[in-house]
């Protein structure tokens, strides 16, 4: 993986995506790249590559190709082979928790405990589904049959805050249930990805199954919305953006799953308890405050604003 890696100063250049099995350069050129900013010092810590409309179009043509043959294999083929990327995975996990506290602002111990440990719990949990009994492929109706196969290949476009988190809920059903992935993850947290992308290519998937584009929403994740080849989007992020993506799909009627928008605020009722509230308060420093799921405002009894008011300072 050395050509994979360049140092430029103190600043680690990832110049290559993974498309077809291999690590390949951006059409844009290799000094078409994307700064990476650390978020505790403001400071460019790595580059990651600036890809293009071609080569997504490639990975997904790559995908395409690779459905024929991946489709077919046994559920126990595939579950083989996501044990060995979780395993490969694994080994790298220290490191994906270092570049996380710098890419994503992660304290250190969420860093390593929570964040880089998401991709962990979801791939397990993906694993299990192979399990015999565990999830009915074919449902018996009496005179119907209804078998549950694969939809094609699958455009993953994941956020910048729980990177890991997304990427292991979107890539690993998909791949134990046949499909093949083009994954986008977001251009402010790269490295992460990349370092999931070795995992899987030391773990030997078939060339074509997986493949990684990097770069800006207009070049990469719009065009997985609007080509014929691309069978469905997932997409956690904006709500403007999911809109396009709702809108590029529709053109080919593609299937587009969405997960958009968050911060909701937390309503207080009469008898919550002083405890209820600073648990609800301290909810929002998880993760730096970055998680959809923050609950930034409390809303509270006007009876109760100055009590919560002082639960909420102690707290902070």
């Known amino acids: 993986l050395a050509p994979l890696r360049t140092m430029a100063s103190s600043i680690v250049n990832y110049t290559k995506q993974y498309i077809n099995g291999e690590w390949v350069e951006s059409t844009n050129g290799p000094d078409s790249l994307i700064d990476v900013f650390d978020s505790n010092t403001g400071e460019v810590f790595a580059r990651a590559p600036k890809g293009s409309s071609e080569d997504t179009a490639k990975a997904v043509e790559a995908a395409a190709e690779a459905f024929k043959t991946w489709s077919r294999t046994s559920v126990d083929e595939r579950r083989e082979y996501l044990e060995r990327i979780l395993e490969e995975y694994s080994e790298r996990q220290g490191e994906v928790a270092k570049n996380l506290q710098k890419e994503l602002g992660a304290p250190k111990d969420f860093a390593a405990r929570v964040q880089s440990f998401m991709f962990n719990m979801h791939w397990m949990t993906t694993l299990g589904l192979a399990e015999e009994d565990a999830f009915e492929w074919t449902e018996d109706m009496g005179s119907t049959l209804i078998v549950k196969e694969p939809i094609g290949v699958v455009g993953c476009i994941t956020p910048w805050n729980w990177p890991l988190n997304q990427i292991a809920c979107?890539?690993?059903?998909?791949?134990?249930?046949?499909?093949?992935?083009?994954?986008?993850?977001?251009?402010?947290?790269?490295?992460?990805?990349?370092?999931?992308?070795?995992?899987?290519?030391?773990?030997?998937?078939?060339?074509?199954?997986?493949?990684?584009?990097?770069?800006?929403?207009?070049?990469?994740?719009?065009?997985?919305?609007?080509?014929?080849?691309?069978?469905?989007?997932?997409?956690?992020?904006s709500t403007r953006v999911g809109r396009l993506l709702h809108a590029a799909g529709a053109k080919t009627l593609k299937r587009v799953r969405t997960e958009l928008g968050g911060k909701s605020a937390t309503v207080v009722l009469d008898d919550a308890t002083p405890k209820q509230i600073a648990a609800m308060a301290g909810n929002v420093i998880n993760n730096t405050g970055q998680s959809c799921n923050a609950l930034s405002r409390l809303i509270v009894p006007r009876s109760r604003y100055e009590e919560a008011v002082g639960i909420a300072k102690k707290v902070f």
């Open 170 to 237: 979107k890539i690993a059903p998909a791949l134990l249930a046949g499909c093949t992935v083009v994954l986008k993850p977001s251009e402010v947290t790269p490295i992460n990805a990349i370092l999931v992308a070795e995992a899987i290519h030391a773990a030997g998937l078939p060339k074509g199954v997986f493949n990684m584009v990097m770069g800006t929403g207009p070049e990469t994740a719009q065009l997985l919305a609007e080509h014929p080849k691309v069978d469905m989007v997932s997409f956690t992020g």
